[in-house]
């Protein structure tokens, strides 16, 4: 039994690595897009709340993204030896990304809502 734990250890320690290097991935990706659309914008409508809420929403929704990874490589680790510290951690964790996807989820309504009434409008 001890050498299947061993081997356990090291399949969650391998897999958390993993998802940890693909969270920072994600920030990175999200970063570079983000730069990306910013600077290929229109410098007339940059300084408009519509272009503030797609940047917000674009770096937002990687974050979230890489949040989606920390969780699984948070929720790994506390499988293998729970802790107190590990635990509060994960809770920590889920509650910041259940924030933030509801918030954004709420964002992209709004935005898309925006969109649509723009649309209506010329028409």
Known sequence: MEILD???GNLVGITKFFLESFSVLCIILGLI???HMVW???RR???TPKFFNSVRLQFGLW???ALEFQLGADILSTTIAPTLESLSKL???AVIR???NYFLGKELESEIRMEMEQ???SH
């Open 40 to 42: 290929a914008a229109d």
């Open 63 to 65: 974050l979230a993204l």
């Open 91 to 93: 809770g920590l964790i």
């Open 98 to 100: 259940t924030f933030l």
């Open 33 to 35: 897009k983000t730069l």
């Open 45 to 47: 409508t940059m300084g």
């Open 6 to 8: 061993h081997y356990l």
């Open 119 to 121: 649309q209506e409008k």
